[in-house]
């Protein structure tokens, strides 16, 4: 699912907007969590804030690119 789509589902307030992000970026987020700390379920908590970063941020805020928000 392209980014927009996915956006446009947090816009909708559509809960499937959060899986949608685990299946395109959670490998990624993982990977990026687990080299930075020592225990995966913190690298796990890290990356399920993240999403609910996410999901509090869209709306108001409506990026083009989902990794736009994560810098």
Excluded: F, Q
């Excluded at 685990?22 to 490998?27: A, E, P, V």
């Amino acid at each position: 699912m392209e980014d927009k789509d996915i956006v446009a589902l947090y816009w909708e307030r559509d809960e499937r907007a959060i899986d949608e992000t685990k299946t395109k970026y959670g490998h990624y987020c993982m990977s990026i969590a687990k080299n930075i700390l020592s225990a995966r379920e913190d690298a796990e908590e890290c990356v399920n804030d993240g999403y609910l970063g996410t999901w509090n941020a869209i709306p108001p805020h409506r990026p083009k690119l989902l990794s736009s928000l994560w810098k």
